[in-house]
């Protein structure tokens, strides 16, 4: 029984990393821009052929009515699709603002089923087939990837009104009760098998990148005999649970412009410039690449003064090396967090709340990542 109790749990409250939770947010808001596109395109057209074909023949009020219930479709479809648009053009505000992002996406989801109910209870009275409805139930299954337990909520929950607003509203009792509530579980069991088949694709996705950087430090001698990567980061996790630790996330300003610029040599000897100077300052098992010209740096210690004065050397003695060919000066910045993390998933999300930090500095200097 309580294996069965912990399988349920697991399957409709699923753990995961915050950066999991944001790519999954990202890849909704995604397909809400692209849904919302064809949607609105495809609505339009159907309503002129609609009004060409049968304008002359139907009365007005058939008319006024279809352009109403297509209107409001295509009205939301544009604001699904500049308001995702506005989030796709800058990344970083989904990441910073995931609670707004997530009532966007569910409000979204939400007012499209209570269209597709009012349309459908307009398509029942007139002794027509619900298809809206289950179309956008279908799109909800295939194209956004909601928690389970939200998706659970939203679809039986419409199911169950609809159900009762036709059967009970207007008394025809067209519909088989049996074959509709099968229809409406086997909705959410797919939403909820496409959920977790989206996280374990992340997951396996984030483990090739792992080992890709892996390779790729193994390939730069200097980086990988003189810095730990993220791999050993992992390795060594459990080392900073229940420990206070400083943790700062840093990365060199405009550093894409410098690779666009002077090209990836000139960026590769910038890197291991930089990575002289942090191992300088820092012990070698303080100091991790992160990721591209990101890196980490996590002290034990509860004392951020010690850490950022530190890290004002670091950027210091960077400000003052001189690479060839590259005639602005150099800088970095870091974004610090402190904290004693009570198992590896919090020690992961401090490493986000830093990166956060970091985005949060660069914009107030007006450097670029």
């Known amino acids: 029984m309580k294996k069965c109790s912990e399988w349920i749990k697991g399957w409709f409250i699923p753990k995961m990393s915050m950066d999991t939770m ?3 947010h990202t890849l909704n808001i995604k397909n809400i821009y692209y849904v919302s596109l064809v949607v609105g ?14 304008m002359s023949k139907l009365p007005q009020s058939d008319v006024i009515g279809a352009v109403i219930r297509v209107g409001l479709s295509v009205l939301l479809c544009i604001i699904g699709f500049i308001i995702a648009g506005r989030l796709l053009k800058n990344p970083q505000t989904i990441q910073n603002h995931l609670p707004a992002a997530k009532i966007f996406i569910g409000g979204f989801i939400i007012l ?3 269209w597709s109910m009012f349309v459908s209870v307009s398509n029942y009275v007139n002794h027509q ?3 809206t409805f289950y179309t956008v139930e279908l799109i909800t299954v295939l194209f956004v990837r ?21 059967n009970f509203g207007f008394g025809q009792g067209g519909i088989n009760p049996y074959n509709y509530m099968m229809l409406a579980a086997i909705s959410v069991a797919g939403a909820v098998t496409n959920y977790h088949l989206t996280i374990n694709y992340i997951a396996e996705k984030d483990k090739a990148n792992l080992l890709n950087e892996w390779l790729e430090l193994i390939a730069n001698h200097d980086s990988i ?7 050993a980061l992992n390795q060594r996790v459990s080392e900073y649970v229940g420990t206070d630790i400083c943790i700062a996330m840093g990365d060199i300003n405009n550093f894409k412009g410098v690779n666009d610029t002077y090209g990836h040599q000139v960026g590769d000897d910038v890197l291991k410039l930089f990575s002289d100077i942090l191992l300088d300052v820092f012990p070698k098992e303080s100091v991790y690449r992160f990721g591209g010209d990101e890196f980490l740096v996590v002290e034990k210690g509860d004392d951020p003064d010690v850490l950022k004065e530190k890290l004002r050397k670091v950027n210091e003695e960077f400000s003052k090396v001189n690479v060839s060919g590259v005639k602005s000066g150099l800088g970095c910045s870091f974004g610090c967090v402190t904290g004693c993390p009570k ?5 992961f999300d401090y490493l986000t709340q830093a990166d956060k930090l970091l985005y949060l500095e660069k914009e107030k200097i007006g450097a670029n990542r």
Do not use: C, K, W
């Open 41 to 54: 395109i495809v609505q339009i057209i159907s309503l002129l052929i609609f009004l060409l074909m049968n």
């Open 225 to 231: 005999t003189r810095l730990q990567n993220r791999y």
């Open 343 to 347: 198992d590896p998933g919090e020690f």
């Open 22 to 24: 944001y790519e999954i």
């Open 112 to 114: 499209l089923i209570i």
């Open 146 to 166: 909601l928690h389970p337990l939200f998706t659970a909520a939203t679809i039986l929950g419409s199911y169950l009104l609809n159900y009762l607003i036709l």
């Open 129 to 131: 087939q619900l298809l």
